[in-house]
């Protein structure tokens, strides 16, 4: 056997190789297996509108991820997520039932890319990890949001149900919102310049900073960028609620990056995909849809859920050591 061919068997193992060390390959291995075991206990995990009930769940959640993914992968946290998404469904319920549709939604997409803008700025100039300055500014916002809504709920009016209808009845629209986000995070990863920075600055901050890239300036864009998505998140929420409470939000921050973070994204930044993301969110809601389907006592669905995740990113960890 000559040198070329071993040269050819080496690359082949090691791209074969590469595909287990993939943290995709073990989400979509793990739903798998969950898929199939449920299936075998209730038959009716496998139909149409149970499998398009799963993405509809996760649908808000995989939105958002995106966004926080993109903080993330500059080696940020942004914990206001859960505050923003209450402060901008509340803009949203005031709004549209005094103004017109489209400029409330223009509206709440501009604020959100703005407070983005703003913790962005606030995360680069203060001294002290993006962790603690978000988390500082996390509880600024519920406050907020309880002083925005007087401590009450705010009804739609039903004018806007758009995100809670089905398109042929089947297709959740929330989905579609969901795929064009993943798909838009694909393309802005990949193949954009600005995407690339991401990656540079979380990746190595001090080595992006001597080769020319403006650290400070792409932090705040990821951060923007991320209320944008929280913003588009709202909308689809509340759309689908028909209401929203001070507190409507306060629950997607610990569960979105547990998502991300199973899907692949590094918490120190420099490492993440479209796809990870969306499969990090997929899973959350295979799960709660598992457990529901066997019947899991309720007071037992988090533990189990818990549990589940952990295994995954265990998994996951060792297999990429």
């Given at each position: 056997m000559n040198k070329s061919t071993n040269t050819k068997l080496d690359s082949d193992r090691g791209s074969f190789a590469s595909i287990f060390k993939s943290q995709i390959f073990f989400l979509i291995g793990i739903m798998i297996?969950?898929?199939?075991?449920?299936?075998?206990?209730?038959?009716?995990?496998?139909?149409?509108?149970?499998?398009?009930?799963?993405?509809?769940?996760?649908?808000?959640?995989?939105?958002?991820?995106?966004?926080?993914?993109?903080?993330?992968?500059?080696?940020?946290?942004?914990?206001?997520?859960?505050?923003?998404?209450?402060?901008?469904?509340?803009?949203?319920?005031?709004?549209?039932?005094?103004?017109?549709?489209?400029?409330?939604?223009?509206?709440?997409?501009?604020?959100?890319?703005?407070i983005g803008a703003f913790n962005g700025v606030v995360a680069t100039r203060v001294r002290a990890h993006s962790f603690i300055v978000t988390l500082a500014l996390s509880v600024v916002y519920e406050g907020i949001a309880l002083l925005l809504a007087g401590g009450t709920y705010i009804s739609l009016g039903g004018r806007f149900r758009v995100f809670a209808d089905r398109l042929w009845g089947v297709i959740p629209t929330p989905a579609l919102v969901l795929l064009a986000a993943i798909i838009g995070a694909f393309i802005v990863y990949r193949f954009t310049k600005f995407g690339r920075m991401f990656f540079a600055v979380g990746g190595n901050e001090k080595a992006a900073y001597l080769g020319g890239v403006k650290v400070r300036l792409y932090k705040i864009l990821a951060f923007s960028l991320a209320g944008g998505m929280y913003a588009i998140g709202a909308i689809v929420l509340i759309s689908q609620l028909g209401v929203v409470y001070p507190s409507t939000g306060f629950g997607y921050t610990l569960p979105a990056l547990a998502a991300i973070a199973v899907g692949g994204v590094a918490l120190y930044g420099g490492k993440g995909s479209a796809l990870g993301i969306f499969l990090g969110a997929l899973l959350f809601g295979l799960i709660s849809n598992a457990l529901v389907l066997t019947g899991v006592d309720p007071f037992w669905r988090d533990v189990a859920a818990g549990l589940l995740i952990l295994l995954a990113v265990g998994i996951s960890g060792i297999v990429q050591d």
């Open positions: 297996i969950i898929g199939v075991i449920v299936s075998i206990i209730n038959p009716r995990f496998l139909s149409v509108r149970n499998l398009f009930n799963i993405v509809l769940g996760v649908s808000t959640t995989g939105i958002v991820c995106v966004g926080m993914g993109t903080v993330l992968i500059t080696g940020n946290f942004d914990l206001t997520l859960g505050p923003l998404i209450s402060i901008l469904g509340i803009v949203m319920a005031l709004m549209i039932t005094r103004y017109n549709v489209i400029l409330t939604l223009i509206t709440v997409i501009a604020l959100g890319v703005a």
